[in-house]
């Protein structure tokens, strides 16, 4: 069977280091950090009282206040980021068969702050059951791919994935193979999350998952430094417009990057510790490398999971240095989320944003934060510290790993007609 060819066309980007797609490479590029204290709520008896929030941002600039009512964040974020992405694509909504195009979004949490916020105002009552006729559509997490579909008449495959932390990468190879197999011409796909309610961020804090250095938000978030004590939430969105490069090329639309592959692995070890070896990330590695045909000396650029959790750092790199051997210290390596914190069901979008940034800017993020090196990590290996480097990448690969140990790799390549 010949599979088509995929190509980005679109982007659309709201993240805690920029709004808008620009806003967003630009900060990547100065090594911006997105960190700052926790203002969603009163944090006075939390531990974590810090995150990685959305900055200058007001929903009511995007959306009516009668229609953000019924929307919870996740899918207030998914319509901004979306919005973004089918204006930059310059498709013709009023010529194109919609019946082609379809949306595969993902986010991890849903609408768990809608959910907590509902219970919250019933705990207060006397058991009376009185809850919004909004309350399940607010909730449930296909719901921000209904939005997407209804706003845009899109009536192609619609459908979310959760994968926790690895469910907008999940949701990006799948458009991937949806067009590739011909059954769609163009996908909207990626992510948005929300996490900032007051059960989300305590059950994370109560698992050890959350950075604690309340006194210093924005170094917090320090993948692969020695003192790294957990990872900093974020919120936000990222959607990538994928398209058939036919179809792409016939209406002559911007090309930013080729989609050259995915994988995705399963850990069967633990519910949220990583394998110590690395096992299930050795396997979506070379799944993904398969896919696209490629041989490890081929990647020029890792945009890793890279929490800043002590286990996961030391666990994917050494993944990496399994699979990729001695390329493994020629090719570059960096976690963004140094700077934009976790954003959990939204990171692989915003990851993939990044790694596309990589090969159309020709810069590789930094790893901010690092100040003490971990004797647990290859001090050979570039990770890419505190400073951005000028290279051009051709191929980019962005990891991500969640919860219940999903691993999803995916292989962006420099676009060649």
Known sequence: MNLKRVVVTGLGALTPLGNTVPEYWSNLRKGV???????????TKFKTKIA????????????????????????????????????????????????????????????????????????KGDGTPRFSPFLIPLIIPDLAAGHLSIKYGFMGPNYTTVAACASSTSSVIDAFNYIRLGKSDIILTGGSEFPFCIPAVGGFSSMKALSERNDDP????????????GFVM??????????????????GAKIYC????????????????????????I??????????????????????????????????LKAIVNVFGNHAYKMSISSTKSMTGHMLGAAGAAEAIACIASITEGFI????????????IDPNLDLTLNIVKEREVRIAMSNTFGFGGHNATIIFKKFEG
């Open 33 to 43: 950090s997105g960190g700052g204290l926790l203002t969603y709520f009163d944090t």
């Open 52 to 123: 990685c929030q959305l900055k200058n941002f007001n929903i009511l600039d995007f959306i009516d206040r009668k229609e953000v009512r019924k929307l919870d964040p996740y899918s207030q974020y998914a319509l901004v980021a979306a919005d973004e992405a089918v204006k930059d694509s310059g498709l013709n909504l009023q010529t194109e068969d919609k019946s082609r195009i379809g949306v595969i979004w993902a986010t991890g949490v849903g609408g768990i702050d809608s959910y907590a916020k509902a219970m919250m105002e019933y705990c």
């Open 218 to 229: 924005e170094h917090a978030s320090r993948p692969y430094d020695k003192d790294r004590d």
């Open 234 to 251: 974020g919120e936000g969105a990222g959607a990538i417009f994928l398209e058939e490069y036919e179809h792409a090329v016939a209406r």
């Open 258 to 281: 080729e989609v050259a592959g995915g994988g995705m692995s399963g850990d069967a070890y633990h519910i949220s510790a990583p394998h110590p070896d690395g096992i299930g990330v």
């Open 283 to 316: 396997l979506v590695l070379k799944a993904a490398l398969e896919d696209a045909g490629m041989k490890p000396e081929d990647i020029d650029y890792i945009n890793t999971h890279g929490t800043s959790t002590p286990l996961g750092d030391i666990a994917e």
């Open 365 to 376: 993020p930094p790893t901010i934060n690092h100040v003490t090196c971990d004797p647990n």
